[in-house]
């Protein structure tokens, strides 16, 4: 999901000097397209130069036909490699999920996008003025729980600590709001655990009915979950989940000090085994588990609007604004949905262990699901976001990459210590 709240920002082009046969991938077919060609070598230097174990890349293009290959290894220091069929978590991806049962609901007529927050949750500051799609599309101003220091320790603490939803509500309510509700954007994971659990209470039932009965089984998606709070284990097979740092160290930015950098990129710094650290304190904001093949389906049926009506998707895609007002092609945030840059619709995700990336672009149809088993590489950007920076050029040209990602944290507006990525451009980096 991202651990926090705000964006990485990308606004120079990726240039890339890629050593061409660096590494090898396993591809499923055996006639690809010839894009593969290009893209093996970069996903396959990024990764070594990056420090990401492994990863799994799908590409579905109408016009130059579909690619799926599996890079690296799935535990490091072993000969274990990644496949199709693995499962990872995909944290704030669950976002979209969460608003799209929402946006059923209102469809429905059993509720209203512009109700306030307090007709259904008691005790939210400005409750009586935030709205569910204020909620939705990062606007309410509340404070983002994951901020809180005593939190981030708690989980260093005890990983297998399992949070309710109302934990998390009162550490972010004890917290005086960010700005008054539609001021601007913020990414914010209290807004999603609300919608949570205005769900439950419309529909009288857990969220996990919710995403079954309304999503997973209208789209055969027979390899996505959403796991129990005190369920932490993940379906096989899966590959190890790894990360650098701890929830505390990375509160600020998701770099790691030079020092440590360089012995990560040297392989003398390992990453911590996160794999079956609870998801719990993610809830509706970031714990559903996915495998490449189920992620290209539900993006492409979240981009074509085949989840929502006519009218209701036309209001999802109309919802999403510009993120920087001054740049408005660079990338926007919606109705729990991203545009990253000009054609690429969807999420990503961000959570210690994993990282994935979906989008589709209507126009083209051109999809892209990228899997990783490291959450943020040493530079501090999301491991999955670095392959995909090195992929869109190749579709889109030089100047293509989007900017700012509304589902990333530290971006170089609000975070100007935020660190240069190996590219050369300012970095994407996840929120909590």
Not at 13 to 31: F, I, P, Q, R, W
Not at 151 to 168: G, H, R, Y
């Amino acid at each position: 999901m991202g651990y926090r709240r705000s964006f990485g920002v990308l606004i120079a082009a990726v240039a890339l000097t890629v050593a061409a046969g660096c590494g090898s991938s396993n591809d499923t077919g055996s006639k690809e397209p010839g894009y593969a060609a290009t893209l093996r070598p970069i996903i396959t230097e990024l990764m070594k130069d990056n420090a990401i174990p492994g990863a799994v890349v799908v590409v579905e293009s109408p016009k130059d036909g579909d690619w799926t290959a599996t890079f690296g290894t799935g535990a490091i220091g072993k000969d274990d490699p990644m496949t199709v069929d693995d499962h990872f978590r995909i944290g704030s991806n669950t976002k979209t999920m969460t608003v799209t049962v929402l946006m059923q609901l209102a469809q429905e007529g059993k509720l209203s996008l512009g109700d306030p927050i307090g007709k259904y949750w008691p005790g939210v500051p400005n409750g009586d003025r935030i709205t569910l799609a204020q909620l939705a599309e990062m606007r309410s101003g509340l404070y983002n729980y994951t901020f809180d220091y005593d939190f981030s320790a708690a989980i260093d603490k005890d990983p297998q600590k399992v949070w309710t939803p109302e934990e998390l509500l009162a550490i972010a309510f004890a917290h005086p709001v960010d700005f008054q509700p539609g001021e601007r954007f913020e990414y914010c994971n209290t807004n999603t655990i609300l919608l949570g659990l205005v769900i439950e209470k419309v529909t009288n039932m857990p969220v996990a009915d919710n995403f079954r009965q309304r999503i997973f089984e209208p789209l055969g998606l027979k390899h996505t979950s959403f796991p129990a709070p005190a369920d932490s284990s993940m379906p096989d097979p899966h590959p190890q989940g790894y990360a650098f740092g701890t929830m505390v160290s990375t509160i600020d930015t998701f770099a790691l000090p030079p020092d440590q950098q360089a012995a990560a990129l040297a392989g003398t710094l390992k990453p911590g085994n996160q794999t079956t650290s609870s998801p719990s304190w993610t809830w509706t904001a970031g714990a559903a588990i996915s495998t490449v093949d189920d992620m290209t389906t539900y993006t492409k049926a979240l981009v074509d609007g085949k989840l929502l009506d006519a009218e209701f998707q036309k209001m999802r895609m109309d919802s999403i604004q510009p993120i920087d007002p001054a740049n408005p092609a660079m990338a926007g945030y919606g109705l729990g949905l991203v545009r990253f840059g000009e054609h690429q619709f969807g999420h990503d995700g961000q959570i210690p262990g994993y990282m994935t990336y979906m989008a589709s672009d209507p126009d083209s149809g051109l999809t892209i699901v990228v899997a990783t088993n490291l959450a943020a590489v040493p530079s501090g950007e999301g491991s999955a976001l670095v392959l995909v920076k090195g992929m869109l050029p190749t579709f889109y040209g030089s100047g293509a990459v989007p900017g700012h990602d509304p589902a990333q944290r530290n971006s170089a507006t609000n975070n100007p210590a935020a660190s240069v990525s190996p590219t050369g451009s300012t970095p994407w980096t996840t929120p909590r």
